[in-house]
């Protein structure tokens, strides 16, 4: 399977007979990304940056809401995520959990708080940790911290962050490697992962983005 970052919380993951789309985003977040192909969208938020699916081609199944889902043999457990009631910018969120080619992706959409327990159960065992790590109406750098201690993904892909595309105020993701004590290596055009390339301890991959 490969996994190419198209820009913000956009990734396209590319198995041998489907491709999954996530987060779709317009070219108001700094990355303009079109014809993409791919067999399944899906949504995790009900925002103008995740949701822009004009860019995918041809007919994509579109998932948007909790559930269990069977697509072209991709299985997708979506769970909604609480935000705190104090909140006032909060909004629903849904976390994806992808099985792709033996692999388990999960995509943490605009995840806002560290999960709750049940949704960490939900959530964790995941071979590849798509996370967003550049603060503001995500997750700032400590709070994906907290979350990946509570997870425990084998592989941790950070988006979310400023870039020098990027619109928004974002942190760059050099923040959030100083708060995991990571070093910075140089980003990778895409990730190729099978089951014989999960690593025993958990390794952060920076990507570059397409879009």
């Known amino acids: 399977m490969e996994i190419y970052w198209l820009g913000h919380g956009c990734f396209r993951l590319r198995g041998r007979d489907a491709t999954v789309v996530t987060d779709p985003c317009p070219p108001t977040t700094g990355y303009r990304i079109s ?20 860019a995918v081609n041809g007919e994509p199944k579109l998932v948007t809401g909790p ?13 909604r995520t609480e935000h705190s009631p104090d909140d006032p910018d909060a909004r629903r969120n849904i976390a994806y959990v992808i099985d792709l080619d033996d692999i388990r992706i999960c995509h943490l959409g605009g995840l806002r708080q560290v999960p709750n327990a049940d949704e960490a159960e ?31 993904p084998k592989i941790v892909l950070p988006m979310q962050y400023k870039t020098d595309a990027s619109t928004g105020e974002l942190d760059p993701v050099e923040k959030f490697l100083r708060e995991m004590g990571a070093e910075a290596k140089p ?11 999960i690593p025993s301890d958990t390794s952060i991959v920076l990507l570059n983005y397409r879009g």
Do not use: F, M, N
């Open 35 to 54: 014809r993409v192909p791919g067999d399944i969208i899906t949504i995790s938020q009900d925002a103008a940056e995740s949701s822009y699916t004009q």
């Open 67 to 79: 559930g269990e889902y069977e697509i072209a043999g991709v299985l997708i457990s979506a769970i």
């Open 122 to 152: 939900a959530l964790s065992a995941a071979d590849v940790l798509i996370i967003p790590v550049g603060g503001g109406k995500v997750l700032d750098a400590a709070k994906a911290a907290e979350t990946l201690s509570l997870l425990e």
């Open 187 to 197: 980003p990778e055009s895409r990730l190729t992962v099978t089951r014989r390339d």
